[in-house]
T-cell receptor, first 115, second 114 residues
Framework: KAGVTQTPRYLIKTRGQQVTLSCSPI?????VSWYQQTPGQGLQFLFEYFSETQRNKGNFPGRFSGRQFSNSRSEMNVSTLELGDSALYLC??????????????FGPGTRLLVL | DAKTTQPPSMDCAEGRAANLPCNHSTISGNEYVYWYRQIHSQGPQYIIH???NNETNEMASLIITEDRKSSTLILPHATLRDTAVYYC???????????????FGQGTTLQVKP
């Protein structure tokens, strides 16, 4: 089975712009979780989607949003980019059939640099 | 906050067993212990998980103490490619307010040396 894929792998934006990142889960997985990793804060949970519905949300401002499509692919969007949004953005997929407590498998991440 | 405590760093000689400890003294009865590792700038890789029995797979072994307050991840024959940050995570076994969410601590940086 193919693993979790994320596109693009690298991205450079300027402050004030917006960005959309994409995640394709493992075939058959219906849950997608997003994480942000920075040197200062480590790995932090953004949100989780299951069957096109946001099921859980972390403590991030409303500039961070996401959605999930009927084929379980997910996108996350960051509007009005700030320098502090520079990070590695990771998505993870799981079957989603045990209330969100299943093993998550991570993609390679998208590295975003905001100038 | 993470519910686990790990040493910030450890060294291991290549070919020897690497034993990575984790304390989770507040673990609940329905919470699993998960281990992931992250090689520099890559996505975290799932290693193994367990509830109360010891577990083994092709990558590692997980030893959980009888009172479940601590565990040890064992890499039986460490190689240079095992150099990574290892995360021990405690999470509920079924739906809760933490659904879909892993809480990562700072992990242990394992350096395997030739």
């Amino acid at each position: 089975k193919a693993g979790v894929t994320q596109t693009p792998r690298y991205l450079i934006k300027t402050r004030g712009q917006q960005v959309t990142l994409s995640c394709s889960p493992i075939s058959g997985h219906r849950s997608v979780s997003w994480y942000q990793q920075t040197p200062g804060q480590g790995l932090q949970f953004l949100f989780e989607y299951f069957s096109e519905t946001q099921r859980n949300k972390g403590n991030f401002p409303g500039r961070f949003s996401g959605r999930q499509f009927s084929n379980s692919r997910s996108e996350m969007n960051v509007s009005t980019l700030e320098l502090g949004d520079s990070a590695l953005y990771l998505c993870a997929s799981s079957t989603g059939t045990s209330g969100g407590a299943e093993t998550q498998y991570f993609g390679p991440g998208t590295r975003l640099l905001v100038l | 906050d993470a519910k686990t405590t790990q040493p910030p760093s450890m060294d291991c000689a290549e070919g020897r067993a690497a034993n990575l400890p984790c304390n989770h003294s507040t673990i609940s009865g329905n919470e699993y212990v998960y281990w992931y590792r992250q090689i520099h700038s890559q996505g975290p890789q799932y290693i193994i998980h367990g509830l109360k029995n010891n577990e083994t797979n092709e990558m590692a072994s997980l030893i959980i103490t009888e009172d479940r307050k601590s565990s040890t991840l064992i890499l039986p024959h460490a190689t240079l490619r095992d150099t990574a940050v290892y995360y021990c995570i405690v999470r509920a076994s079924h739906g809760s307010s933490n659904t879909g969410k892993l809480i990562f601590g700072q992990g242990t940086t394992l350096q395997v040396k030739p």
